[in-house]
């Protein structure tokens, strides 16, 4: 992947941000901030709204508070609006297009560039997952769990995305392969774009995170950097009740 110069790539500042569904008050004033480079995780149980958060900040469920991108108010823009800005989100369930292969899903992540353009970051997706590179041909929905996630992740890569938001990337994979997606989390970090995961899965999480916010019942709990609650188990599990850390 390119390193993208640290400098010019906005932060994301998320303030005040509330979702309702009805009655149900999923979000509740939560502020998170992202800067270039970062891996910012939020942990949270079944629930709590996590994912609420993350369709909120892409636009694709409606909300109250503000969300800042570069120093601009993207609030009242349509999703398709953000996505053009730079905002990828890599949604729960990793939905990929099944009935096409891989390499058609990847085209349509790299959608708008043109042809020279669109095989170099395909290219660069392989590289970043080799895996991928292997099954080229093969249709999405006859792929493991792990590689869509990987299929999900590098479709939105292909649109070369400045912000990455990822839901529950972990979910459902055996951890030998949650390993290889943390790996990428943090590889792909380190080419300068930032990352907003949301993980129930604590520990794979925090061994790549540099902050983690804790998410209890639409609010932010707790905040500290990802290396104090990695060496603080005791705080950490004080902090997170019922969430599992082992
Ligand atoms: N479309 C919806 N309509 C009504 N309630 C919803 C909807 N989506 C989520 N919720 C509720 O909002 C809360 C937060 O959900 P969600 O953001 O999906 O949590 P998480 O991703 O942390 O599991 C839950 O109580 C959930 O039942
Ligand atoms: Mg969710």
Known sequence: MPILDGDNVPTLEVSELNVRYGAVHAVRGVNLSVKAGEVVVVLGSNGAGKSSSLRA????????????????????????????????LVPEGRRVF???SVEENLELGAYGAGGAERRRRIAEVYELFPRLGERKKSLSGYLSGGEQQMLAFGRALAARPQLILMDEPSMGLAP??????MDSVKAIAQTGLGILMVEQNVTAALEVADRAAIIERGKVVAEDEAQNLREQPAVLKALLGSLATD
């Open 176 to 181: 030998s392969v949650v390993d290889i997606v």
């Open 98 to 100: 099944a009935p096409l």
């Open 57 to 88: 900040i892409t636009g694709l469920t409606p909300s109250t508070g503000t969300v800042v991108w570069g120093g601009k108010d993207i609030s009242s823009l349509r999703s398709f609006q953000r996505a053009r800005l730079g905002i990828a």
